[in-house]
């Protein structure tokens, strides 16, 4: 049997592993001739190709594809704990999406997990008791732009994550409606967009039954205090905190509850990763099989938003540095610096705590000694002993790729 406290002890190993290997991904790093792309920077190809591009309602944000519509968000936008509606990051896989208007829309409530099926409309949705949780929405292919050599998939740089005030009704709640049964095993989600061809399958994403009951689990109609964007999922998307973007379907039109797994291509072949490359606390079992398992939690990650990579500090004169930091919902223990290529690390000062599924926000105060390059390295650890390193190795899709952020300062 695998017990919880088994899977974090080995997550802990796998986590732990790596100081060496990263000290000498740094020194080829400072080279120019990396493994490991290690700054904010993407690879030179990837970022010519990008260009920054203005969505209605939203700042510009850097272009990756736009059939469909993949916008990052630039690194500079990553500053604060809450990311601000129009610098939020844009992920779709199809590329009919269509507008939906806030007065037709309709949630259908279906499947043989239901006692009855049901509707209802925006209005009958917010009629029930809101709730409110901040949380960080990332893609499961964040980073994955840095990696060397490539994985195929969205070239992300470091911005394909974002932290709202998320407000909505509970799903459980909206299950509750039309009755739960007791064998429902999975909770399906289907959006209003689709394939412009048949050739892709529609995007359906399901939660295990736990997950989708949890408190936090939203059926979302506001972000930071305002109807979603469009591009964020208007009217209403599943929000489910500490788990990655990939389940907080948009634009929420269906929800099927079944009493076994769902077998769709989203779930079945897209967003897996071999059973044992990440180091996941929550596993989501009904969809494990031939050692592949789904994607689940976001892994523990740093920030170092300020300085710029390149900025001249003084030498001997106090630096600040500061940054973010988030995890799977365990929360952040520590933020760690090193300026010795990870031989000593010292404690950051953590800021403002949001919520276990919040950015929180770290500084630290260095003097640099001596002039010339000055590497920061940037390390989160949370509450249960998950931390960064060189991995978990990235698992053939580029998930999971959740690397110490090293940025060089120039002391002058
Ligand atoms: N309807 C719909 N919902 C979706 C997707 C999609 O393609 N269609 N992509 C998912 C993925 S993979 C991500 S990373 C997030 C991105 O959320 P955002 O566009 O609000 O930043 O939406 C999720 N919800
Ligand atoms: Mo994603």
């Known amino acids: 049997m695998i017990t919880r406290r088994g899977l974090i002890e080995a997550a802990g190993g796998a986590f732990l592993a790596g100081a060496t290997p990263l000290r000498a991904a740094a020194r080829q790093e400072a080279r120019g001739e990396g493994l490991l792309a290690l700054s904010p920077e993407l690879p030179a190809g990837a970022r010519e190709e990008a260009a920054l591009e203005t969505l209605p309602g939203k700042k510009p944000l850097i272009k990756l594809t736009s059939r469909p519509p993949n916008y990052e ?67 499961a292919g964040n980073r994955r732009g840095l990696l060397k050599p490539h994985a195929p998939g969205v070239q992300w740089g470091h911005g394909a994550v974002g932290c709202a005030r998320w407000k909505g009704a509970k799903l459980k709640e909206v299950l509750m409606l039309a009755g739960l049964k007791e064998d429902a095993l999975e909770i399906v989600f289907d959006g209003a967009d689709g394939p412009v061809l048949d050739k892709t399958p529609d995007f359906q994403k399901s939660l295990p039954v736990w997950k989708a009951l949890e408190e936090t689990t939203l059926i979302a109609y506001e972000m930071n205090g305002e109807p979603l964007p469009h591009w964020n999922g208007f009217p209403a998307r599943i929000v489910a905190p500490g ?52 994607v689940t939690e976001i892994a523990v990650n740093a920030l170092i938003t300020h300085p710029e990579s390149g900025a001249n500090v003084q030498t001997g004169r106090p630096a600040v540095i500061t940054g973010l930091a988030w995890d799977g919902g365990y929360g952040i223990r520590s933020v760690e610096i090193s300026t010795d290529e990870g031989r000593t690390w010292a404690e950051t000062i953590l800021g403002e705590d ?30 249960i002993g998950q931390t960064q390193s060189l991995g978990p190795a990235p698992a053939g899709s580029g998930y999971y790729y959740n690397p110490v952020q090293i940025l060089t300062l120039e002391a002058v």
Not at 264 to 274: D, F, L, N, V
Not at 354 to 371: C, E, M
């Open 354 to 383: 949001a919520g276990v599924f919040a950015f929180r926000r770290w500084s630290h105060r260095l003097a640099p000694k001596a002039r010339g390059r000055l590497p920061i390295w940037a390390r989160a650890t949370n509450r």
């Open 243 to 294: 788990w990655l973007a990939t389940y907080w379907v948009k634009h929420v039109t269906g929800i099927t509850a079944l009493n076994c797994p769902f077998g769709g291509y989203w779930m079945g072949e897209a967003y897996r990763i071999p059973a044992g490359k990440a180091a996941l606390a929550q596993r989501f079992v009904l969809q494990e099989r031939d050692g592949s398992t789904p």
């Open 73 to 139: 968000a630039p690194f500079a936008y990553l500053r604060e704990p809450i990311t601000p509606n129009d610098e939020f990051f844009v992920r779709y896989h199809l590329a009919d999406i269509p507008r939906v208007d806030a007065a037709d829309w309709k949630l259908r409530l279906s499947g043989e997990g239901l006692k009855t099926e049901l509707e209802i409309g925006l209005a009958e949705l917010k009629r029930l008791p809101a709730a409110e949780v901040i949380a960080v929405c990332e893609c």
